[in-house]
């Protein structure tokens, strides 16, 4: 692996099928109220306790896209980190995330293709043992060559 300065991630002769990073974080009201200030997205599922509680949730839950967003940390600055372009990604949300929760976005190498520098990634998502979203990505990755 390359010296991490921040501005190089690995390259795609760097990456072999099984290779995993990960990030976690902690969901925050801020972050909640942050998300949905950004994006527009004031649903009141996320913001209004009351409303919330009228709910299947039975409470206020963290937007799924803010959770999914920790996947993208880990392919921008993890694995296979800075210079990495994402091309798609698919989600499907299995369990809510509440404030307090601890996320933890893991990423797997599952193939490669050398002939276009891309790979596909497992990208799920959990807080403690249990996954609360699953999905593929599709990344182009630098090469040396």
Known sequence: MNERDGLHGLYFEDLEIGLSGSYGKTVTETDI?????????????HLNQDYAQTTMFEGRIAHGMLS?????????TRLPGPGTIYLSQNLQFKAPVRIGDTVTARVTVRELMPEKKRAILETNCYVGDRCVIT??????VPSRG
């Open 33 to 45: 109220v942050m998300f949905a200030g950004i994006t527009g997205d004031t649903n009141p599922v």
């Open 68 to 76: 999914a967003g920790f996947i993208s940390t880990v392919l921008g």
């Open 135 to 140: 999905g593929e990505a599709t990344v182009m």
